[in-house]
């Protein structure tokens, strides 16, 4: 399609600089803009009214959703650092209006799930690094250098700290919040607030629940649950039956014990 036939339908064309190298096999959608020195590579996807800066790098085989931003020498969709990758086709896959700031980088998946995942509305500050395999959900915020091994869960509106690492296969609860420079090697809760090296729980995460509108009585059984879980004389198991004994749970109460009850690695205290 041309450029004034796409203009005649009420379309806008990609804006591409001159020094850019988009590959062939890329699509760019509406409005999308490509930086000075900017590479895309093959079976690339970029979303209406995305931008993306200077220097910026897209390896290959990566879905990018609409109005995202792409700072400078930000990294998307290289290999994945693993040594079970063999070279198959798998995917990075980026969500809508999605932040990715200087210099983070972003890994495909392995054959273990196919693809790594970021969310909708997520921001990756700079030097952060999602590797492969690793499922990220909406609203997720990644401070300044936060890094990860592969196969980590961060469920939707969690936060976590600059220069904070996330050890392989641990999984980051909901609303939960977790400090700078900590070392996260267990699960942690949804609805928390963790710190430390290492990590350790510091109660609920208070103030991100009443931005988030959670009512005032859907906290009060969030903190009486945390306190039979972790501030009684029961182990998880004993409490997690204590709470269920009390009869019909509230929706994030349920989430929070079905989060401990499955976790693999162990939940952090």
């Not at 998946?109 to 909708?120: E, H, K, L, P």
């Not at 980590?152 to 690492?165: C, H, K, M, N, R």
């Not at 290492?198 to 629940?209: D, F, H, K, Q, S």
Request: glycine share 12%.
């Amino acid at each position: 399609m041309t450029t004034e036939t796409m203009a005649d339908k009420g379309h806008t064309p990609p804006s591409v600089h001159q020094s850019a190298i988009v590959d062939p096999g890329a699509e760019l959608g509406n409005g999308v803009e490509v930086g000075p020195y900017a590479m895309i590579g093959p079976n690339v996807q970029v979303g209406d009214g995305t931008i993306i800066g200077p220097h910026a790098y897209i390896e290959r085989d990566t879905r990018v959703g609409r109005e995202c931003f792409i700072a400078k020498g930000a990294v998307l969709g290289t290999d994945p650092q693993d040594l079970k990758y063999e070279g198959e086709e798998t995917l990075l896959i980026v969500g809508d209006r999605t932040t990715i700031r200087e210099f983070a980088t972003l890994n495909r998946g392995t054959r273990a799930s196919g693809s790594t995942i970021v969310g909708n509305d997520c921001l990756l500050m700079a030097y952060s690094h999602v590797p492969h395999d690793t499922q990220i959900g909406d609203h997720v915020i990644l401070a300044n250098a936060v890094q990860m091994g592969g196969h980590v869960v961060i469920e939707d509106w969690a936060t976590i700290g600059g220069l904070t690492a996330v050890h392989q296969f641990v999984r980051v609860g909901t609303h939960s919040f977790i400090g700078g420079a900590s070392r996260v090697s267990k699960d942690i809760p949804p609805y928390t607030r963790a710190a430390g090296s290492p990590c350790a729980l510091y109660g609920l995460n208070t103030v991100g629940l009443e931005r988030r509108g959670l009512t005032k009585d859907k906290r009060l059984a969030l903190k009486r649950a945390y306190r039979t879980l972790f501030s009684s004389t029961m182990n998880l198991s004993q409490a997690i039956a204590e709470i269920r004994s009390q009869g019909e749970l509230t929706d994030e109460v349920e989430k929070l014990v079905a989060f401990i009850e499955a976790s693999e690695r162990g939940v952090t205290v």
